[in-house]
């Protein structure tokens, strides 16, 4: 069995590059690039292993889906995504942007 992760940002490239490089890994990777699709992406992946979310969303508040997507799923590990560095006042671990492999491989481990 896969371990399946989704990830939601609205950068399409990155989440391609972020894509190969963890299929490389031996990952499932599920895709979103809206708060819309979020949960459309979380019901295609079993069981899910980790989700990464962006803060910054066109079409919504990344760190309130996050802390929706913790709530309903309290097992799954969720890791917020930006390239702000302005202190954040939420408890889940935070993947600086711009991130290496090693990075992003540690945080999904």
């Known amino acids: 069995m896969s371990h399946c992760i989704v990830i939601i940002d609205d950068e399409e490239v990155l989440t391609r590059v972020m894509t190969r490089v963890l299929v490389r890994h031996g990952y499932e990777v599920k895709v979103s690039n ?6 459309r992406a ?31 799923y309290p097992d799954v590990p969720v890791t917020l995504m930006t390239g702000n560095v302005a202190p954040l ?7 600086l942007k711009p991130y290496s492999t090693e990075d992003l491989y540690a945080a999904v481990a």
């Not at 809206?34 to 949960?39: D, G, M, N, P, R």
């Not at 006042?89 to 993947?95: A, E, F, I, M, T």
């Open 89 to 95: 006042s939420c408890q889940l671990p935070l993947l």
């Open 34 to 39: 809206s708060c819309a699709e979020a949960w």
């Open 42 to 72: 979380l019901s295609e992946c079993h069981p899910i292993h980790h989700v990464l979310v962006d803060i910054t969303l066109r079409d919504g508040d990344g760190l309130a889906l996050a802390q929706a997507i913790h709530v309903k």
